[in-house]
């Protein structure tokens, strides 16, 4: 019997419509260049709804690549070239704020602790 690679568990859901005022993805489990594809799609349905800003938590994040950054700094660009913003959950200590850390994105980011502080500057309008 042929043994295969550890499963990767990795989940991005997209919820909001326009109306709401914002749209949010909940991404969980490892994003890495294996699962990249699909939070790319999830961020760019999430972008195409059209509302100014999104909300990305990476709360349930275990592993957070290179690839993973490269594909939220893209979302969080196109949101601010069309005069939105994009609030990413972040939660210390996780796998994601390691590395939001290690790189400085949360001078660059709008870097939350929970959800409830994103929820609160979306629905403001920031």
Known sequence: ME???PIRVFVAEVN???GDGFVAVR???EVDTGTRDALTEALERALAIGSPSV???LTGVQFFAAAGVHCVERAVGALEARGGSAHVVCPRPGAAWRVVSLL???QQWLVHQDVE???ADC???R
Request: hydrophobic share 45%; proline share 5%.
């Open 3 to 5: 043994e295969k690679g």
């Open 16 to 18: 909001g419509c326009p």
């Open 27 to 29: 991404v969980a489990g």
């Open 55 to 57: 909300l990305v938590d």
């Open 104 to 106: 400085g994105l949360q």
């Open 117 to 119: 502080a994103a929820l």
């Open 123 to 125: 629905t403001a309008g």
